[in-house]
Each structure stands twice: as C-alpha cells, then as structure tokens.
C-alpha cells in the first residue's frame, strides 16, 4: 500500500465547532473543500487511486486561535476521538491518523500526547509556531521531552497568517505572499529554532516530519551548509560563535540527517527532485497534502505519485518512500 503519510481530515464531530467559531474566513474555506469534513466524500476521493490509504491529520486553524484554557484539551480530545473512531471502522481507506494537540496548554499538551497515542494515534502533530511564540521556547521544553522518551514522530506543520507582513511598512502580507511564500519559510525557521536551541543535541530520540519537503531547506543547501559555518561572521550584538562551537554537528548535517520529510509540494516536479537530492532516502515519506487543490482532494495525490513513477526510483526506494520508512519511525505495519 501508498501510504500518504500528511493528508488532512476534520472529524464530523468538530467540524461545526470550527465553522462556528468565529475565526476569519475559516467557514468559506472549509465548507469550500467537502472532502475535509465528509467522510463519504473523502472515501470515494481514497478509492480514486489503487493500493492507496490516507494518514488524517487535522488540517487549520492551530486550536490555541480558537481558545484557550482547559476547552484547549477539550477540543484536541474531540479531534482525536474522532480520528480514532474513523480508522478503527475505515482501515483499509485510513491506516492511521495523527493526534492534534496544543503546546499552549500548561502541560505542554503531554497528558493528551500519551493519551491519544495510548489509543492508537501514530504520532502527534505541532504548528511552527504557537500563537506567534517559537518552538524553542522553554514552556513547550516538555512536550519534546516526553515526545523523546515516547519515541513517536511529531507532524511539524506551517502557521502563518496575513497578519505577519511582509515589508515593515505594511500592516498585513497582501496576495496571500504570507501562505505560498511564507509557510515554506516558516517551516525551515521552526527546524532552524530547534537545531539552534540545541533541543535536537538535547533529545536526540525526537523524529521530526518537516511538512512540504522541509519548507525552503533543500535550495538552501549552500547557505545551511558553507553559509551557517561561518554563524557569527554576521552578528555584531552577540557572539554567535560560541553557539556554533557547542552544537554537536554542522547545521547542514542536522537538515539533511535528523529531519525527515514529505514529498507534498502541490505536484512540483522540480521541488520534488530537489527534496530528493537533498535528504537521506531513509528520511523521506511520501504525501500528498490532500483535500486542499483545485479538483478538492484528488490533484496533488495524483500528480505527486505521477513525479515518484517519473523518478524511476528502484523498488527498495519505493518501497521505503510508499511506507517503509513511516513504518519504521512509526513502529506500526500497514495493509499490504
């Protein structure tokens, strides 16, 4: 089986809660993509490819903009009910999900990790930032802690919004720059916080799945690679040098090495073979994005498993693309 390891679902019993919620523009856009929220829907999107299956994930708003306090672990249990409820009567369609919770509770969104991958969940899903916050910062320290003891694979998902502008003489980004341009950058910023932060040296058990092949990582090779060794030559306030003397590898090695990756760049022929030149084949699993193209669920899965066909990667590699490596990292074997 292809197993699309980041495509993106909103169990039924939240969906309503989403729509109603307030957040800007977020109905229009939900109730736009059936294949999101209807179960039926999405299934007959599934059946469209053969030997297929799809890891649900939940898809935006990050839970910590819709709410705070305890309703924050309230509505993370919902979702995650609601995935596990999906794949335990739909397997053969669905093969796992991934446990959504929110790093903005004050445990760090552990008790709901543990409880949610007790019920079968694979991994656990974050956003690049919470709520405007970095990853590195010392309250989330927790959740990489237990995640690391756990030995489940975090989903590492972009957020970004209008409200993040491009130029500093604008109030908000325009032309919707801060999701097609902004998101792949974000991605790579959050990776960058937990390299820089040490918290990958720290915990080095955490097994981090970089959403759209890792964002702007594999172009910048040359600016990870030769640019990062000379980290310091740049920064006049603070000697950064002593921070790159104490992290146990080159910058690039950890990019290329320690993250794993997806291959769901909206069919991008030449994104994609970048994204292969640039990670270890045991770091890269195959996705899709799916509900969110112009045909609402069935574009970029077919065209992303068009450019692997085109790829003519050996069988081992395809294999371990497919699912082998997501079994791995996983500890879970899929439907042949």
């Known amino acids: 089986m292809r197993v699309d390891a980041f495509t993106h679902f909103i169990p039924p019993a939240f969906f309503d809660k989403l729509v109603d919620s307030g957040y800007p523009d977020i109905g229009k856009r939900m109730r736009g993509v059936p294949s999101i929220h209807d179960l039926d829907v999405r299934m007959k999107v599934v059946d469209t490819f053969p030997d297929y299956g799809q890891i649900l994930t939940y898809p935006m708003p990050p839970l910590e903009l819709l709410t705070k306090g305890a309703q924050l672990d309230e509505f993370a249990k919902i979702i ?19 446990a959504q919770i929110s790093l ?8 709901e990790s543990e409880r949610a991958i007790k019920n079968g969940a694979l991994g656990v899903q974050i956003y690049s930032n919470i709520a405007g916050r970095p990853l590195d910062d010392p309250a989330f320290e927790p959740f990489f802690a237990a995640m690391n003891k756990i030995g489940k694979p975090i989903w590492l998902h972009p957020v970004r919004g209008a409200n993040s ?36 040296d720290k915990y080095p058990n955490l097994k981090v799945i970089a959403h759209h092949f890792g964002g702007i990582a594999p172009m910048l090779e040359g600016r990870i690679g030769p640019g990062w060794d000379q980290l310091g030559a740049r920064t006049s306030d603070e000697d950064l040098t002593v921070l790159r003397k104490s992290l146990k590898k080159r910058p690039l090695d950890y990019f290329k090495h320690d993250f794993y990756a997806d291959t769901a760049v909206f069919g991008g022929a030449p994104a994609t073979k970048c994204g292969f030149e640039f990670y ?29 066909d085109e790829l003519n990667l050996s069988k081992a590699d395809r294999e371990k693309v497919d699912h082998g490596n997501l079994e791995r990292i996983t500890g879970v074997t899929f439907p042949k």
């Open 280 to 308: 270890d084949m045991d770091k890269i699993l195959f996705a899709s994005d799916c509900p969110f193209d112009p045909e609402k669920g069935t574009m970029y899965t077919r065209e992303t498993l068009r450019i692997l």
């Open 165 to 200: 502008p491009d130029y500093l003489s604008e109030k908000k980004s325009r032309y919707e720059i801060w999701w097609a341009l902004g998101w792949s950058y974000e991605t790579t910023a959050a990776m960058s916080r937990l390299v820089f932060s040490r918290i990958m």
């Open 104 to 111: 903005d509770t004050p445990d760090a969104g552990v008790a």
């Open 80 to 98: 995650n009910d609601g995935f596990a409820d999906i794949c335990a009567k739909h397997r053969d369609h669905f093969p796992g999900w991934v």
